[in-house]
């Protein structure tokens, strides 16, 4: 008797099905479409790339076949390939003003079929590289500082280079690091207790510390000295802080944002240090804050809900309930511009304080807007396996859910340039997701024990993990494997953090030591 296959499975039946709708789908572009002639411009001087206007297919041109085609035509290697972004002007439909939009993924529905652009003219599209500069793997351990007396808990590079990072330890101490020369500059000695978060302001002016001893500290990082008083006023211990964004401050007067088990967050005014606003709402501990660049601050808690405050007056402006269990961390899509303000990678830093702040404005909204309209999305994790994104501004439901993690998912962050998410969890995995609609990418496989925390580089090409099996493991975004191992900790990595100028690593954990990575 001949064997009978099983019926298909459930996964089988559903993919089938994903397929065939899939299939269904394509927009059937016509065999005489013709060909667009295409003139690239360099967005930033303005000037044409290659020989004169080059004949792409209709149906070919995509946003990722001419990005294949603009590095061949600038004779790339194929492993030095510099993503692209094009937009090109498009006439309006009323008043016939030329606008700038982005290269669609469908050209003949989009444009030529409408008769907005026409095969017959040639089209300037300007081409502007996503990441400008390149960084490198870091591929071994630069220096391993003694220092701290318990395991370190939480370590930032400051904004501004990659030659100072604070740690926050179990021993009752931050401390500053030299990272060029790896030695300590200075210990913050006055918390009673571990110091479980730490942060730079966007100006690099200040530090500022959380601690299980329920206060906020301030610390003047060229001096090592405390800045006032200790910030009383919560109950219980801080878990999490956040501070203004540049260019949202009232000139020279900083606001941050706490988080506590004692279920409120409270922001201060650190040059009074005094309490402005009570964000009271949450049934549970507070877990992680973000202070969004559109006027919001955003709470995860261990209640399950994400909240959403006006900056302004400290009201509820929505309360996002999805998760079923506690919500660990949240990611914003804008974090990476927020934390460095008017820092780039140049390195040059603007004379005047309205130049800062229209800098920082100015990265902002560059790093922000999506096809013209200013979006800042959010990503929340929690111990339900799952993972959602938002986008607050819209309303209240959530643009995706994310399954695939099989246990508590730890840590989420969002790549610079704002088009992945990579999330690590207790599984032993950390996941790559498509920012744009949630969708699943990838999983990096290797770890083999819980991934604590990931951090991407600033060009956004590769990410960095640190977990409870004593490695780091560096990966690379475009082939998503695994491009460098880093052993060297004796103990769990609870800590790592990428600089914002792509230069260092660092990291710490149980082993009570900060180890310095580098290429």
């Not at 660990?328 to 934390?339: C, K, Q």
């Not at 032993?428 to 951090?455: E, M, S």
């Amino acid at each position: 008797m001949a064997t009978v296959l099983p019926p298909p499975s459930k996964r089988q039946r559903t993919d089938a099905a994903e397929r065939a709708r899939e299939q269904q789908d394509i927009e059937e572009v016509p065999s005489d479409a013709g060909s667009l002639r295409i003139q690239f411009f360099d967005e930033t001087t303005g000037l044409p790339i290659g020989q004169g206007p080059v004949l792409v297919p209709v149906a070919d041109a995509t946003p990722k076949n001419l990005e294949l085609l603009l590095n061949a035509l600038l004779a790339r290697d194929p492993s030095e390939t510099i993503p692209y972004r094009f937009t090109l002007p498009v006439p309006d439909n009323k008043t016939s003003e030329p606008i700038t939009t982005a290269f669609p993924a469908n050209v003949w529905k989009t444009l030529i079929n409408p008769g907005l652009i026409s095969t017959e003219q040639v089209q300037n599209i300007s081409a502007a590289p996503q990441a400008v500069f390149r960084v490198q793997a870091v591929s071994r351990c630069a220096s391993t500082i003694p220092g701290h007396g318990e395991a370190i808990l939480a370590t930032q590079f400051s904004p501004r280079s990659s030659s100072r990072m604070v740690s926050g330890s179990g021993d009752n101490t931050a401390r500053i690091w030299d990272c060029d020369t790896g030695t300590p500059v200075h210990t913050l000695k006055g918390h009673t207790s571990w110091v479980l978060a730490v942060s730079w302001s966007p100006d690099e002016s200040r530090i500022a510390t959380g601690s299980m001893d329920n206060t906020v500290r301030m610390w003047d990082p060229k001096t090592g000295k405390q800045l006032g008083n200790p910030m009383k006023g919560h109950s219980k211990w801080v878990t999490n802080l956040a501070w203004e964004p540049y260019h949202a401050q009232k000139a020279g007067e900083p606001r941050l944002a706490s988080a506590s088990k004692d279920a409120t967050v409270r922001v201060w005014a650190t040059n009074q240090q005094t309490i402005e606003l009570v964000l009271s709402g949450h049934k549970g501990s507070v877990s992680c804050v973000k202070w969004g660049a559109t006027g919001f601050i955003y709470t995860g808690s261990h209640d399950k809900t994400v909240k959403v405050w006006n900056a302004k007056d400290g009201t509820l402006a929505h309360s996002l309930n999805a998760h079923a269990h506690w919500v660990n961390h949240l990611a914003l899509s804008t974090d990476f511009v927020i934390r460095t303000a008017y820092h780039d990678h140049t390195g040059k830093i603007p004379a005047t304080d309205e130049e800062k702040v229209a800098k920082a404005k100015e990265r902002f909204l560059k790093a922000a807007t999506i096809q013209g309209q200013v979006v800042e999305r959010l990503v929340s994790a929690s111990d339900d396996f799952t993972m959602y994104l938002w986008e607050p501004a819209k309303g209240t439901k959530p643009v995706a859910r994310m399954l695939g993690h099989q246990k508590q998912v730890n840590h989420v962050t969002f790549s610079p340039d704002g088009l992945l998410i990579a999330s690590s969890g207790f599984d032993n995995h950390t996941k790559l997701w498509n920012a744009r609609d949630g969708k699943f990418i990838n999983t990096l496989r290797g770890h083999v024990a819980p991934v604590y925390q990931c951090a991407f580089s600033p060009d956004s090409r590769l990410l960095v993990t640190g977990s409870k099996d004593t490695t780091l493991k560096v990966w690379d975004m475009r082939t998503q494997k695994l491009s460098a191992d880093l052993p060297g900790h004796q103990d769990e990595v609870y800590a790592v953090d990428w600089s914002p100028d792509g230069q260092k690593v660092g990291s710490g954990g149980k082993d009570k030591a900060v180890r310095i990575w580098r290429h």
